[in-house]
């Protein structure tokens, strides 16, 4: 709704709500789910093909060296959950031992319409049945009469950008979701030298730059913003704490910035957190998936030991 300086009201739009209170705080960070407009979809996708960003490549390579096995562990089961759809090919590998229906949970409409649409289309008789849902909401996933045994699908190391109460909650929600004979299977980056963590988030075509500055230019846009993206520099760090590396994006200089008829000021060298991606050990995941009610009773690793993709069970 526009006001009448035609600014963007705080109270009503979500995007607007979550940036005034990010830059308020005294520390400022902006909720990483922002990053995903249409270009910083397309700019992830390209971040996926950067020979630095290894982690779709080696959770590909375990889901296509590991298929049997992990239609083994899915045992031909009905239904999957995707939490977070447009995981493509990865789920297509999935998919070939299950029975239907297929149910997609995301947030962005067009990304579930376009996952739904492709696999429909490779998948002609299996029914597809969508939700559109932020996935840490509360819900409940329709029974649909088919009787079966569930799995969860969670790809991607999505599971690395929540943080620990965000993710057990997940975990407890997928228990609801999936029942007490329900399985998942979740893929997580694994901690290794920084370096290589570090350079995955920082590649040297600077897609992943523009991924970042990407949020600015949509405060800019669809907020009347004017952050001055020059004066702006994206950074990735290691935080050794919490196990993750962090994005942000580094004033140049002190500056100013007004949007939604409010100042902010940044002094030189501070700067925004946009993201986290929590990296883990078979131990610490473990840990992790208990907490939340799960039991790992499979491991998957590349070859190369970078990327973990785990079975779960109650
Ligand atoms: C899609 C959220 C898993 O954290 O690695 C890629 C997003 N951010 N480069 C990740 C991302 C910077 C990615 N996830």
Redesign the pocket.
């Known amino acids: 709704m526009l006001h009448a300086n035609n600014s963007i009201d705080p109270v009503e739009n979500a995007f607007a709500r979550d940036v005034v209170a990010g830059l308020s705080a005294d520390v400022k960070t902006l909720p990483s789910r922002w990053l995903y407009d249409e270009r910083g979809s397309a700019l ?1 996708e390209e ?1 996926t093909r950067q020979d630095e ?1 290894y ?1 779709t490549r080696a959770e590909t390579s375990i889901l296509r060296e590991r298929q049997s096995d992990i239609a083994d562990f899915v045992e031909s089961r009905a239904i999957l959950i995707e939490y977070g759809a447009g995981a493509g090919v990865k789920t297509e590998l999935v998919l070939a031992g299950l029975r239907d229906p297929y149910v997609p949970i995301d947030i962005a409409d067009a990304f579930l319409a376009e996952t739904s649409k492709r696999i429909a289309s490779r998948f002609p008789s299996l029914w597809v049945r969508p939700i559109e849902r932020n996935f840490l909401d509360v819900f409940e996933v329709p029974f649909d009469g088919s009787g079966g045994c569930r799995t969860g699908f969670f790809p ?3 599971m ?2 929540l943080n620990t109460i965000e993710a057990k909650t997940l975990l407890a929600q997928m228990g609801r979701h999936l029942g007490d004979d329900g399985r998942a299977i979740i893929g997580v ?1 694994l901690q290794k030298n920084v370096d290589t963590l570090l350079r995955a ?1 920082d590649d040297s075509a600077g897609v ?1 730059a523009a ?1 970042n500055l990407n949020l600015l230019e949509r405060i800019n846009t669809e907020l009347g913003g004017d952050f001055r993206l020059e004066q702006f520099e994206h950074a990735a760090r290691w935080n050794e704490i919490e196990k993750a590396v962090e ?1 942000h994006l580094v004033s140049l200089c002190d500056q100013r910035v007004t949007l939604c008829g409010r100042t902010f000021n940044f002094r030189t060298s501070e700067t925004i957190h946009t ?1 986290s ?1 929590r990296k883990y050990t078979a131990e610490s995941f473990e840990r992790l998936a208990r907490s939340g009610g799960w039991r790992v009773a499979e491991a998957w690793q590349d070859a190369d030991g970078l990327f973990g993709l785990f079975g779960l069970t109650r």
């Open positions: 992830f971040i960003y982690l991607g190391s999505t690395g950008n980056d988030y992943t991924f994005m993201e991606s």
